[in-house]
């Protein structure tokens, strides 16, 4: 218990898997969780369920605006981010012949914008109050793409890089910044690649033959990570990939 105690942390995408799993795991370990998402209802029941100092805030990852309330929102009740993990995102299927250029736009908006404007008012919040920890969820597919995920290839390539700019502008200000690539985690986000299988059990099979730990990956796998990093442990560390992927890039 407390490897976090008392930080401030901000997640996106929280309503939900990784995002979710990533706010129980923090608030175990004592940290004060803002949960971040569009989807109010699920978001809402999320930080319920976690209790303790866990709330709730609607964030369109997608709106500056939005994002310039959320700082100011968190500031004003907390007094500092110490933690800001950028885990929104949305991942349609489609090579580069499918995917439509509205799609691309979207996908791009989500999960690469949605970081840059994370990391902007993040870093501009944390200076202010002697630095913090930036995590940003990349994927496995931003290292070894994939030929039907064009698309969320590239937006993921872009939090790679954006990663390590960040944390080259951040370090002399006190702030890290490191990105997580995960590999197949049983989330919703892998429906798409389960409907190319007969059933569940199938698609299960198919995700374990991908990494030589032999299983699909299960949100607190990457939530540890996430809580690594977030930690004072991991303060000589940024501008990291942080692979979580059973071996699979090998």
Known sequence: MGRVQDKVALITGAALGIGRRSAERLAEEGAV???????????AQAASEIGG???????????????VRAMEWVEANFGRLDVLMNNAGIS??????????????????VNAGGVFLGCKYGVGLM???????????SSMV???????LAAYSASKAAVRLLTKSVALYGGP????????????????????FRKLFPDEESANQALARQN?????GETIDIANAVLYLASDESSWTTGMEMCVDGGALL
């Open 53 to 67: 100092q866990a709330s709730f805030i609607n964030l369109d990852v997608t709106q500056e605006s939005a994002w």
């Open 33 to 43: 969780v803002v949960l971040a998402d569009v989807l109010e209802e699920e978001g």
């Open 142 to 148: 931003a290292i070894r793409s994939s030929a039907n």
């Open 212 to 216: 030589p730990l032999g299983r699909p």
């Open 92 to 109: 349609p299927a489609g090579d580069v012949e499918s995917t439509t250029y509205d799609l691309w736009q979207q996908v791009m908006n």
């Open 127 to 137: 200076k202010r109050h002697g630095g913090g920890s930036i995590i940003n969820m």
């Open 173 to 192: 200000l006190g702030i890290r910044c490191n990105s997580v690539h995960p590999g197949g985690v049983q989330t919703r986000m892998l429906d798409a």
